[in-house]
């Protein structure tokens, strides 16, 4: 019960300030409201499929809110730094979905197949922008030293990024890779922003540099766990397995770690693989094949080693209240979760 | 003779400080070297056609390092803004020609062409990152109050240019365009970021608010200025007249400021532009048509007009030394130029 008041205060709370940072957009120019309409498409906001389901689960400006509360400081401090985490993981998606040249998002189309690459690229741009904007309003509440750390963790984490992004595009054409190239991909792409979201609510909240390591790791890992969750469910989930081809990894080709598991093994899942494009007809079939490998469960055990990692972290930084009971309880929802 | 003392010494620093920064997209990550390879390619490092005219002028940079000695600062300790802006100039460069589909860029293919979109996009998101990163770099020498403020004043001209991209890419497709649309897209795209370097630039050496004001309207003038003149090179240049489509904005359909003074009068030349794409034999014809309804005297008149208001300012200033006259020097040559 607790838990939920503390979070169903903070979601309301992030979403009256993601809108007050995206209005921005329009301020200084008032020719700019088709910018405006853009980034409130991609935030869910606005256009055919807005609501909730469109705006997705807010779950890194939450990791920020919860930890500057569990850490022992006033969480509605950290709502900049809340607000510029969920920008910049949506800027993200507005250029990863070009990049991988996505059609849905949150079930509806992506940004660039309803306003073009061009116009799609710069609204990414523009997000990104004021995420950084947003994170330098903390300003107002606490002290310049620590709004210069956050701005540097948050712009280290979006070089991490980057370079997880550049990995997973080039390994879209290579036919070399292995278990081990798949880490430093997902540590950039995933973890590092989740990271981040724990690293920095806990300076908002004057830890030590000890514990907000501490939250760090716990982030991380948790997003590590998080990954590899969803490439279980992009192979196994229910989605995946009625054979629609967007939910499939196995049809898109995707090196998720069961995919290099299997190719690492060389068996029969490998040698299927180097044939060539899975089709929609064979993917249940090719799932049981890399499952009788050992692919899934090898996954599973890689969720379960990374999220023990993570609760241990989190326990070393013996968060307080009913935020550190949240942070837990949300680690077992997201990797309960079936899509 | 003393002015370009100090300008052949600021370039090799403002290219030795860019490649520090620019290394950083390979070190957190030692399987990242194809990234910081196109960066280097945009950069005008590396690959077929690189060297100093693969670079561009590096007049931002310039014009921080400048700004900062003739505020009364010292130039050396200004040399992580100035790589900032120049990283910004390439980033926006990088996605501004995925986004026009542009071919070439300084005589060379650009970096879409030659890597793909996809990589392209990403790697201008690195080195956007990159450039805020270097900004932060500040910090080592002055006072963290100041740095927060260069940071806002980048991250606000971010936004800005966003906006003006916005209205660019918005601009291409609509047909009721008229002169006073022009300004706020220019002052966006080209007058920002310009303003941004002697704004900063002026805070660096410790100005006050009143001086680093005039230092912004110097720049943002000479932005502004710039830009008409390379949109009078962009019709009645050389390259322009002899009918190479890359380098004719008649050819290129660009709203443009003398286009929208002839569309404004609405006689011949806007009859010819409503009969749709100009073809590289009429285009000798259809500038001199332009000429001869005032299209080229209007937009002289505007590049002489803004130049004297960003010498006025400049002048309230009160520059110093070699780099003061410098500045001045500087602001000729770039309003002289035929290409």
């Known amino acids: 019960m607790s838990k939920d008041n503390l979070i169903e205060k903070m979601l309301p709370a992030i979403e009256n300030h993601l809108e007050v940072i995206v209005e921005r957009s329009n301020k200084n120019n008032n020719r700019t409201g088709g910018l405006y309409d853009m980034m409130s498409y991609q935030m869910g906001w606005l256009g055919e499929g807005s609501g909730v389901t469109a705006r997705g689960k807010r779950i890194r400006p939450l990791l920020v809110l919860l930890t500057t509360a569990a850490a022992g400081g006033e969480w509605e401090i950290a709502l900049p730094a809340a607000a510029a985490v969920e920008l910049i993981h949506n800027f993200s998606l507005i250029h990863d979905d070009i990049e991988d040249q996505s059609f849905t998002r949150r079930g509806r189309p992506t940004l660039w197949t309803t306003y073009g690459i061009a116009q799609a690229i710069n609204t990414g741009d523009a997000m990104f922008t004021l995420s950084h904007l947003a994170m330098l309003d903390l300003e107002y509440d606490i002290c310049t030293s620590i709004v210069l750390n956050a701005a540097r963790i948050l712009q280290q984490t979006c070089l991490k990024l980057t370079q997880g992004q550049y990995l997973d595009i080039s390994y879209e054409s290579r036919e070399d890779l292995s278990i081990e190239d798949y880490w430093p991909m997902i540590e950039g792409k995933t973890a590092a922003l989740l990271g981040a979201c724990t690293q920095i609510g806990s300076i908002i909240a004057g830890a030590d540099s000890q514990t907000s390591e501490y939250y760090s790791t716990f982030g991380k890992s948790l997003g590590m766990a998080f990954q590899v969750q969803d490439d279980i469910l992009g192979i196994w989930g229910n989605a995946a397995l009625t054979g629609k081809s967007s939910a499939s990894d196995l049809i898109n080709g995707k090196k998720s770690l ?82």
């Not at 069961?258 to 060539?276: C, E, K, S, T």
């Open 258 to 339: 069961p995919v290099l598991y299997g190719l690492d093994r060389g068996d029969a899942f490998a040698q299927r693989w180097a044939l060539g494009p899975i089709k929609a007809d064979d993917v249940y079939e090719i799932a049981e094949q890399l499952e009788a490998e050992g692919g899934k469960s090898f996954a599973q055990e890689a969720t379960v080693a990374l999220t023990d990692q993570a609760l241990n972290a989190l326990e070393k930084a013996q968060p307080v209240g009913e935020a550190g009971l949240s942070l837990s309880i949300l680690v077992k929802q997201l990797l309960d979760r079936q899509s």
